[in-house]
């Protein structure tokens, strides 16, 4: 039986060497579209692969907000703090778009700023729970834009989803 972080390994060494027979996805790959793991896939996939990824993978039907939120709190822990940052300022720049300012969002969270910068592993918990909660579109979107911080996901549910979804996405062996 695998540990957490053996699953979590085996779950992104599965995500770059899916099974795309399985998915019903007959579409041939070139080399330039074979991922050698998640990092690989982050880097080099397309923010519309990633987009329709994790549109499908990242909503309240798979994964219940209760579920996420302590997901998201240990993911963000362990991503760099100048990853937390770009993470923050996409989430604001987005909200902002829909009217939501970032004092607004600073008093109505909670948050001990609103400046990206100089966030808490808190603040940006407490923030993108927020977003998952009330806009998973915006969720999507940044994660889309910002996938570093799935890779530190590590509920099985959450790797198995990644796991099944990105697949299809990814290369053969």
């Known amino acids: 039986m695998y540990n ?3 699953y979590k390994r085996q779950i992104m060494n599965d995500l770059a060497r899916g099974n795309v027979e399985s998915l019903g996805d007959t579409t041939e790959r070139t080399p330039e579209q074979e991922y050698e793991n998640f ?3 982050a880097q080099r996939s397309s923010r519309s692969e990633r987009r329709s ?15 996420m939120a302590p997901e998201l709190q240990r993911a963000i822990a362990q991503i760099k703090p100048n990853e937390r940052d770009d993470v923050a300022r996409e989430f604001f720049k987005q909200l902002k778009q829909r009217g939501l300012s ?7 969270l909670g948050l001990s700023t609103h400046n990206p910068n100089h966030m808490t592993e808190n603040d940006l918990s407490l923030l993108a729970n927020f977003v998952y909660n009330s806009h998973p579109d915006i969720f999507q979107e940044v994660m889309a834009d910002q996938p ?4 530190f996901l590590s509920n099985p549910v959450l790797g198995a989803l990644l796991g099944v979804a990105a697949s299809k996405w990814l290369g053969r062996k």
Request: charged share 30%.
């Open 4 to 6: 957490s972080d053996e």
């Open 102 to 108: 970032d004092r607004q969002l600073e008093q109505q």
């Open 39 to 41: 990092d690989d896939f």
């Open 53 to 67: 990824l994790f549109g499908r993978l990242m909503h309240h039907d798979s994964v219940p907000p209760a579920q």
């Open 148 to 151: 570093a911080l799935l890779k």
